[in-house]
């Protein structure tokens, strides 16, 4: 049986909705890879720029300064053993981060925000984390979300981009798939994509999933308990577990 990878998220960032502006200065976010290790996760995905509803983007240069010195003393802590993944949609981030140790690239969007990425993504031979969002980051959740069949869209568009990239020299089984949950979603798009994750198998790659305390876990906690209102980020937790259990149950392997 194939074990379960567990990625922890690393956000130095000021403004990420959960743990935005803890582990800006590398020596927190060194003790926090430390914690995540100890509590069982393989990957240790850094992100410079937030993607929760409403966030701006930032430009390439602060991106930069933010996480390569986390990349470059997390390598010099723990050497090669440990997987590293760059949260980014944009290749010159891509590179650079490649360039200081990171390992893998984990794409909002995939290709479709800056198309130079397949070929970083081609010349480090390094595996690509496609992961899906309907609008940006900006305006996602702001607006109603309209899917026909969310579930067929995210095949499509995982279909898209993994012939994009093949036809720019990446192997097919450098792709990791993330259907993106709460990224242009609501929440029975989300419920759905739970549902129905066993059919992201017929892609034969290795499928994540990331519900990481997002809002739906608030509304549904909200519902279901009869609360006056959604629990913060922070008494989610347990209903994150649930929810990444049928999904881990119906083929997600990260």
Known sequence: MVKTKIMGVLNVTPDSFSDGGLYLEPKKALNRVHEM??????????????????????????????????????????????????????????????KA?????????????????????????????????????????ANEIIYENVVGEIKSFFEEQIN???KQGIQRNKFILDPGIGFGKNLEHNLEIIRRFEEFKEFDLPLMVGVSRKS?????????????EPPGPEERIEAGLAEVALAVLRGASI
């Open 216 to 228: 739906h876990l608030g509304i549904i906690l909200k519902e279901e308990l009869k609360l006056k």
């Open 101 to 141: 140790g990171a390992n893998i690239v984990n794409s909002l969007g995939g290709f479709t925000l800056d198309y130079g990425l397949a070929n970083v993504i081609s010349s480090y031979n390094c595996p690509i984390i496609i992961y899906h969002i309907k609008g940006e980051p900006k305006t996602m959740q």
């Open 37 to 98: 290790i100890e509590e069982g996760a393989d990957i240790i995905d850094i992100g410079g720029e937030s993607t929760r509803p409403g966030s701006t983007p930032v430009s390439i240069e602060e991106e930069l300064r933010r996480v390569l010195p986390v990349i470059k003393a997390i390598r010099g802590e723990f050497g090669r053993n440990l997987s590293i993944s760059i949260d980014t949609y944009k290749s010159k981030v891509a590179e650079e981060c490649l």
């Open 164 to 166: 994009f990239g093949i």
